[in-house]
């Protein structure tokens, strides 16, 4: 999908798309941002690692793009990753850029840094979280494009290692609080799960669906691989066959960059539990919980306003190998064409 695109569509409509089902804040009478330094941004993208930001980078200055290059208006903010210390946005501030950082960490971090900069006001603009993803095989497939809902940090669990494991637990991942794999968490830290504005996914969707998607021909040769001996009828993987689309489903957030049928399918199951059986794992990322996390923050201090957040994740690799394939070859060996 042109990433771009999508963006000027959204600024084409003027940023304010959703602002019926976005409840206002009122001023509390203190002046934060009135130096006439300060930028406001429509637009905050947030990427987290150098080849998410360069394909904003790239692409912000042609026809699909801006119109302004997000390179004209460069800023450094005090806190921000050292490997990464500016924001950039377009000439008139409308659009910015930063990138964090990967990791839960380094996402936190970035972000906290950005809400208490006085260098931007934030109260009214919209961030979109656009990173990669891995992808689980059961609900998409390579270079689809993932609107979530839930962010769901499935790794903040109690862990004992597979080969000590009891035979009848099925994972080493158990809930905090509990004794069991499949027990609701009694011990809540408060960034297991965060939900985002539904309407405004929904209408982000709607959207980027009028984008054209990008494929190549080694991600539609690597998808075949997930029929195993089955017809596409009764494959388990049945939508790691189809080509890439714009989709509703949820991400999970892990500092593990894991690989294989056993976590993978564990954290589907992680992500059910958390969210009552209302979340769907589709999309793996190391940053999006901590992301949120901190924006909560930021908007209980009302420095932003968390309704007009936007989680999109675009599906790099399969979380999990094909059938009669190893794991360890699907996370070093293999390409699949959708980096």
């Known amino acids: 999908m042109k990433l771009t695109g999508f963006m000027a569509i959204l600024l084409a409509a003027g940023v304010c798309m959703a602002s019926s089902l976005i409840p206002t804040r009122e001023k509390n009478g203190s002046l934060v941002h009135s130096d006439k330094n300060t930028t406001t941004p429509k637009v905050f993208i947030i990427s987290l690692f150098p080849p998410e930001r360069d394909t904003w980078l790239n692409r912000s200055n042609t026809a699909s793009g801006f119109g302004s290059h997000l390179l004209e208006k460069n800023i450094t903010v005090p806190g921000f990753s050292p490997l990464f210390p500016d924001a950039h946005c377009t000439h008139n501030g409308s659009v910015c850029l930063l990138t964090t ?102 209408m982000a969707v709607q959207l980027a669906s009028k984008a054209k998607m990008s494929d190549t021909n080694v991600s539609a040769a690597y998808r075949k691989l997930y029929a195993g001996d089955q017809t596409a ?99 070093f060996s293999v390409s699949q064409g959708a980096f």
């Open 101 to 202: 950082g990967e990791s839960e960490i380094n996402a936190a971090a970035t972000i906290t840094a950005l809400m208490l900069s006085p260098l931007f006001d934030l109260r009214k603009t919209y961030f979109l979280i656009s990173g990669i993803a891995g992808v689980n095989p059961k609900q998409a497939t390579l270079n689809d494009v993932a609107f979530a809902k839930y962010a769901v940090q499935v790794a903040l669990q109690y862990e004992i290692d597979a080969r000590e494991l009891p035979s009848d637990y099925g994972t080493g991942y158990i809930p905090q609080g509990s004794r069991f794999p499949d027990d609701y968490p009694s011990s809540i830290y408060g960034t297991e799960v965060f939900e985002v504005n539904e309407a405004l996914r929904d």
């Open 233 to 331: 009828a009764d494959c388990l993987y049945t939508k790691a066959l189809q080509s890439p689309s714009v989709i509703k489903c949820d991400v999970v957030t892990s500092d593990v960059y894991f690989s294989g049928d056993l976590l993978a399918e564990s954290f589907e199951n992680t992500t059910r539990l958390f969210t009552n059986g209302s979340g769907t794992y589709c999309m793996t990322a190391q940053e999006d919980n901590a992301i949120l996390g901190a924006m909560v923050r930021g908007a209980q201090a009302k420095l932003l306003d968390f309704a007009r957040v936007i989680v999109m994740r675009a599906g790099t690799n399969f979380d999990r190998p094909p059938p009669g394939n190893g794991c360890l070859d699907n996370l």
